[in-house]
């Protein structure tokens, strides 16, 4: 019989994204307290409140008068109490300068699983065309945008994010191209550098995405991914302003995420944006999708927005604060004489790093010392007894392919100090060091044979 027919999504599915591949290499054979993953974006485990997450659920199941039937099926908006502990939060703390008027007039939808989930609703409700955003950019987006059929064109960003008038360039070099343009998708402190977009550019970019829509006769969206807003520990930085209020047309979906600050598993992110045809159709996949986000975990995270969010945003932001200091120290000590530059550890848990010469593709000679691969029993120990690895993301993956950054992306990497602990991120930078001169001693052996 002749194969499964498989719609042209589930035909690119068959074929593993970069990153997916190589982190499916390592989790193979990683070992735990061993190996350093330095790689993964998942946050940090002493940040999650497990005690305050039991509690509030204990405290959901004891009210049902207010949290009826949690272990049931909810509506596809978002529960009512989840809908309103987010609009007290934003409002009562002024998160991007918004206020309860602004947000009345505007939709809330929570996802089915996650800020991911709507991402990945939007590839499915919009008809696949060009999608505009920074470059490096999230890739992980990037390959689901080009999997469901978009094209990804990526705008080279500088340490202050995307530049306003670069994109307007581009789109101006679009030409008769820029009819197909379906969305502009940026990360306001972006995956993978943490560069953190200033408000003067938000306000510009809104201006730029309006003025491309009145060009071509239709509302572009531009969809602001806010996940690490609220981990901006640098207490120097200006307090982010939503874009939402520079948006005379209604072209702006703000996307949000309790994940970085709460759990992950919870699955909450939430879309605020000006009713229109694109809400009711994310409304509907979210149905679609599942019906809602699990309720009780809709629950517990209103019950923490009401109750604990202060302390924890105070925790979590002190805890990320301390181990970026911590890294980039240790980067300096380590790397610095190799480096050209290094971006992040303002917000998030991210560095970026930009070496002068050493390249750090996964056939590089810095990727295979530290994942012990260089064919040399004195870097890689034995069969038995391999050394400890280090995994990190090459700036290869984080780049379009077809971009302006493709050359210099091969000297790039991004590390995440999110996940491990001190005691294992000083030993992993200290043999980043090791491979920038092993790696060093092999381009200059090259270069004289």
Not at 4 to 30: E, H, K, W
């Amino acid at each position: 019989m002749m194969d499964i027919d498989l719609s042209p999504y589930g035909q690119a599915s068959t074929r593993p994204s970069p990153v997916n591949r190589m982190m499916s290499a390592f989790a193979g054979d990683f070992r735990e307290g061993h190996d350093v993953n330095l790689g993964v974006g998942y946050v940090n485990e002493r940040t999650i409140p497990r005690g305050l997450i039991r509690a509030a659920l204990d405290e959901v199941l004891d009210r049902p008068e207010d949290y009826r039937a949690p272990f049931n099926y909810g509506g596809p908006a978002g529960a009512p109490y989840l809908v309103s502990a987010l609009r007290d939060m934003i409002t009562g703390r002024r998160v991007g300068g918004l206020t309860a008027a602004d947000l009345e007039r505007r939709t809330l939808v929570v996802g089915a699983s996650g800020a991911t989930s709507l991402l990945d609703g939007l590839g499915q409700v919009l008809t696949p065309g060009i999608v505009l955003t920074s470059d490096p950019n999230y890739y992980i987006y990037g390959d689901v945008l080009q999997r469901r059929g978009f094209q990804v064109r990526a705008v080279p960003e500088d340490a202050d994010g995307i530049e306003p008038q670069r994109l307007a360039d581009a789109i101006d070099k679009l030409g008769a191209e820029r009819e197909a343009v379906r969305f502009v998708y940026v990360v306001t402190v972006n995956n993978p550098t943490c560069t953190i977009l200033g408000n003067e550019r938000r306000r510009d970019l809104v201006e730029v995405v309006t003025d491309l829509g009145r060009r071509i006769g239709r509302k572009v969206p531009l969809v602001c991914d806010t996940a690490y807003e609220w981990l901006i520990h640098d207490p120097q930085v200006e307090a982010p302003r939503s874009m939402l209020l520079d948006d005379p047309e209604g072209i702006v979906h703000e996307l949000g995420t309790l994940s970085k600050v709460l759990a992950p598993a919870l699955r909450i992110g939430f879309m605020i944006a000006s009713p229109s045809p694109l809400t009711e159709a994310m409304v509907q996949n979210v149905s679609d999708v599942g019906f809602s986000a699990p309720l009780a975990n809709q629950a517990i995270a209103s019950r923490l927005l009401e109750t604990h969010l202060d302390e924890q945003l105070a925790s979590v932001n002190a805890g990320y604060r301390h181990k970026a200091a911590m890294m980039r120290q240790w980067i300096d000590e380590h790397l610095g004489a190799h480096l050209e530059s290094c971006r992040g550890g303002r917000a998030g848990f991210y560095y970026y790093l930009t070496f002068r010469r050493l390249e750090t593709t996964e056939s590089s000679a810095f990727f295979r010392f530290l994942a012990r691969t260089t064919g040399r029993a004195e870097i890689d120990g034995t069969t038995g007894d391999r050394r400890p690895r280090v995994i990190y993301i090459p700036g290869q993956f984080c780049v379009q392919p077809d971009g302006e950054m493709v050359e210099q992306s091969r000297r790039q990497l991004r590390l995440s100090y999110g996940f491990e602990q001190l005691d294992r991120i000083e030993p992993a930078i200290r043999m980043m060091g090791e491979a920038a001169a092993y790696a060093e001693a092999a381009t200059c052996s090259a270069a004289t044979s």
